[in-house]
């Protein structure tokens, strides 16, 4: 029985994963980027923005000219949606600023792709959906979105388990999310949505497989797998 549960959350997670690369493929048809002749990247380069506009290393032309000067086909993670951005999306208008400096960096590199990433693994205690502008309460993101392992016949406690991420991380502002979630899925959405209005062409998903490999190990030590 543990094995079919195990099994239907990594089926989930694999079909969420599909579902965001609709949304990609809805962008990619309204775009300049023939779905059907996908390039040939040569050369990809990591260039990840902080998300604060007060703490801007470069501009957004010398963002640009930097990709010139490599030759880059590929820029990955050029914004990274991680816990920690729910306060600078809060306050700053970051998206706003992301659509502005891909326009300026494509107008300089017109066949550059851009790659978004979100976190799939961890959200901050009080959320914020870039789409809707919802801020969403920790009443609501650990009340209801918390991976709580008991509920799939487990017998870790939800709370024992964020003790123990919390200890490992030296953090506690951050809440483990169940992926299984509907509100957490439509979040991770908006997210992904967000990005690819922005004009992103490609979202990195990081570490999505983590519910599967925490009900692994616990089927192991509790002796149900």
């Known amino acids: 029985m543990m094995k079919n549960k ?5 089926i989930v997670v694999s079909i969420f994963g599909i579902a965001l690369i609709g949304c990609l493929r809805e962008n990619l048809n309204s775009g300049n980027i023939d779905q059907g002749n996908f390039p040939n990247i040569k050369v990809a380069i990591v260039y990840e923005s902080d998300g604060d506009p007060n703490d801007r290393i470069r501009d957004a032309n010398s963002i640009a000219n930097l990709v010139a000067e490599t030759k880059a086909d590929f820029i990955h993670r ?7 951005m729910a306060v600078y999306e809060k306050k700053y208008e970051v998206y706003g600023i ?7 960096i494509k107008m300089k590199n017109p ?4 790659g978004g990433a979100i976190a799939a693994h961890e959200i901050s205690r009080v959320e914020y959906d870039p789409l809707t502008r919802e801020v969403i309460p920790e009443s609501k993101t650990w009340g209801e979105m918390a991976l709580d392992p008991q509920k799939y016949g487990f017998n870790m406690t939800k709370e024992k388990l964020h003790e123990i991420c919390w200890e490992e991380a030296g953090t506690e502002d951050f809440i483990l999310p169940d992926i299984i979630n509907t509100d957490f899925q439509k979040l991770l959405l908006d997210f992904a ?3 690819i209005d922005c004009g992103v062409d490609a979202i990195w998903i990081d570490v999505l497989y983590v519910q599967a490999q925490i009900f692994s190990r616990l089927a192991k030590e509790e002796g149900k797998d």
């Open 6 to 10: 195990t099994l239907i959350a990594v």
């Open 78 to 84: 050029a914004y990274f949606r991680g816990r920690v």
């Open 193 to 195: 949505k967000k990005q």
């Open 98 to 104: 992301l659509e502005d400096s891909i326009e300026t």
């Open 111 to 114: 066949n550059v792709l851009i």
